[in-house]
């Protein structure tokens, strides 16, 4: 259908200058169309936690987002190490980020949870050695 978008976005793997792209891309493409800014902020903050997290814990990837007149799903690939226990990686305050990651700011253990709290729907699909999906929806 027509009045579907989908933009995809490669994410390098560490590589902090160019991090949070993808999302302030996403950011001022959905501004532009006229999406609601309340739904634009909640977007751009749960895929920039996301797309961080691909940099920081996996090896960098895909992602897809899909704009359709009831939702916005945000598809966030990787081929990382995974996610060994995800109610554990969902908890507030919990971080594997070694130190020098912590120098620059990350690692609070908030990225997840923030995830979760401004999206409709949060799935985690994730394998050890494999890699994880991230997949978040939120409605219009
Ligand atoms: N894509 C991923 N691949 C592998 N592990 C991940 C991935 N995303 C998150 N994790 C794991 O889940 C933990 C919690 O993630 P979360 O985003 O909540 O915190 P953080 O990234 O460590 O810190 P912050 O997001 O506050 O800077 C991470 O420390 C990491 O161990
Ligand atoms: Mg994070």
Redesign the pocket.
Known sequence: MSDIITLTYTVSPDDFTRAGEASSNVKNKLKQIGVAPAIVRRVAIAMY??E???V???NG?EITVTVSPEDITMV?K?T?????DVD?????G????PDD?RSL???????????KKYTDDIKID?QLGV??T?TMVIHM
């Open positions: 936690e996301g961080i997290n691909m920081i814990h996996a990837g966030l990787d990382g190490p995974g996610i060994p554990k990686a969902m908890q507030a919990y971080s594997t980020a990651i700011g990350f690692g609070a253990g908030m990225g997840l949870p923030n995830m994730t890699g994880t991230v």
